[in-house]
């Protein structure tokens, strides 16, 4: 029993993506820690599974030590995303005004930080938000980052 719950535990520490698997572009060290690994950031390509030709990076922050080792820490709310054209951008099928893209898990239990997709069909922008499903200490008002990128001739 104690074994299938720590399997689900690790399991659960893993990525679960709406989208694709990310490619791991790199991380950098931040942090030495004398056990476990160093807190680091990571930077992560998502290339969106609706959209041809664009493709999402997002850096984020990792705790290390021992339980960021084991994947039992909870990772901070620090993210930044950036997503381009990376070549010609066509749509696949009817894209809603609003969807996740992409989720990760943070922790074991409940937080992920998600990317979400808006689509401001008046300027034919198609605008990317990370964001996190669980706010600590932040009174509320969850960290995020935007950018956008726009459809040529459509």
Not at 99 to 108: H, I, L
């Amino acid at each position: 029993m104690r074994r299938a719950v720590l399997a689900m535990l690790l399991l659960g520490a893993a990525p679960a993506f709406a989208g694709d698997q990310p490619t791991r572009i790199g991380t950098v060290d931040t942090t030495f820690r004398v056990l476990g690994r160093n807190d680091r950031i990571v930077v992560d390509r998502y290339d969106d599974p609706m959209v041809e030709g664009v493709s999402c990076y997002v850096s984020r922050a990792e705790t290390g030590g021992v339980k960021g080792s084991f994947g039992l820490a909870t990772d901070p709310n620090r993210f930044s995303i950036a997503c381009r054209a990376t070549g010609p951008v066509s749509l696949r099928g009817k894209i809603p005004d609003k969807q996740v893209v992409f989720d990760e898990k943070m922790s074991p239990l409940f937080k992920e930080v998600r990317v979400s997709r808006l689509f401001d069909r008046e300027k034919q922008v198609l605008v990317y938000l990370v964001w996190s499903t669980i706010s600590m200490g932040t009174g509320g008002s969850a960290f995020n980052s935007v950018t956008a990128v726009a459809l040529q001739g459509h």
